[in-house]
């Protein structure tokens, strides 16, 4: 991980983006999946994931688990992004429609509220030509003083 300013003179940007490198370091299943991340700002973070034969199901449309996955670690991403460690105490996705072999699979998430230690966070999963995928709405809780990165 490259250095990084000291946390009190990071800006809240480039807290999120060592949040990312950090989290990524050790993120196994977002590596392999294959999932990138593609932005990351305070409270955001976009992610891709190309759907492979491996992640398709009986139907030989992309696993809704995989998908939720996806969803998932946006949420994840987002919610770290102020370097307090910080974990889903819940979600719920609809799918609307499958995911389809060959299909750019993007997870946009944002936060929607943020207090004290329990945050709200929705995502939305598109394919590449625009068509929702899926919505997803998560909750977290932090842990106060506690960082998502550890130096």
């Known amino acids: 991980m490259p250095d990084a300013p000291p ?3 990071r800006s ?3 807290t999120a ?3 990312r490198d950090g989290m990524l370091a050790n993120d196994r299943a977002t590596r392999w999946l294959g999932m990138t991340i593609d932005a990351i700002a305070p409270g955001r973070a976009v992610l891709t994931m190309t ?3 491996p992640m398709l199901n009986g139907h030989a449309i992309c696993h809704g688990g995989l998908i939720a996955t996806l ?3 946006a ?3 987002a919610c770290n992004s102020y ?3 910080t974990v889903a105490s819940g979600f719920a996705i609809d799918l609307l429609a499958p995911g389809r072999l060959g299909d750019v699979l993007t997870a946009t998430c944002h936060e929607v509220s943020r207090a004290g230690r329990t945050g709200v966070y929705d995502c939305e ?3 590449q030509r625009g068509e929702r995928i899926a919505v997803f709405r998560g909750r977290s809780y932090t842990a106060k003083g506690r960082p998502a990165v550890r130096p």
Do not use: K, S
Request: net charge negative.
């Open 83 to 85: 370097d307090e460690l």
């Open 17 to 19: 983006e060592y949040v």
């Open 12 to 14: 809240p940007q480039q």
């Open 75 to 77: 949420f994840a991403y």
């Open 51 to 53: 759907v492979h034969e």
């Open 7 to 9: 946390p009190h003179a």
């Open 125 to 127: 999963v598109r394919n």
């Open 71 to 73: 969803a998932d670690t």
